[in-house]
Nanobody, 118 residues
């Protein structure tokens, strides 16, 4: 699966951004898609995920502010980010996870930088 993330940028605290992730290839095999973020010196963390069935999951720090969704054709994923805080500043990556034969296979898009100024 090939992934292309876009939508990052500079925004003031309290503002909003919407990230997009365009997927191509064997998207029918993907079980879970998600957004991760990473700052220098820290591990990449899961921000939000959505299953093929539409179930969503969020890290506690973004609950109520971020919304993950997928397009009807399931080849696009979005992350609507509202009430942004400076601590949301990070490089955001989209991820596609496929489970096969007791293993998980990850595909990653290139990162898109989100900068929230105070």
């Amino acid at each position: 699966v090939q992934l292309q993330a876009s939508g990052g940028g500079l925004v003031q605290a309290g503002g909003s951004l919407r990230l997009s992730c365009a997927a191509s290839g064997s998207i029918f095999s993907v079980d879970v898609m998600g957004w991760y973020r990473q700052t220098p010196g820290k591990q990449r963390e899961l921000v939000a995920s959505i299953t093929d069935g539409g179930s969503t999951n969020y890290v506690s720090s973004v609950k109520g502010r971020f919304t993950i969704s997928r397009g009807s054709a399931k080849n696009t994923m979005y992350l609507q980010m509202n009430s942004l805080k400076p601590e949301d500043t990070a490089v955001y990556y989209c991820n596609a996870k496929t489970y096969y034969s007791r293993s998980a296979y990850d595909d990653w898009g290139q990162g898109t930088l989100v900068t929230v100024s105070s």
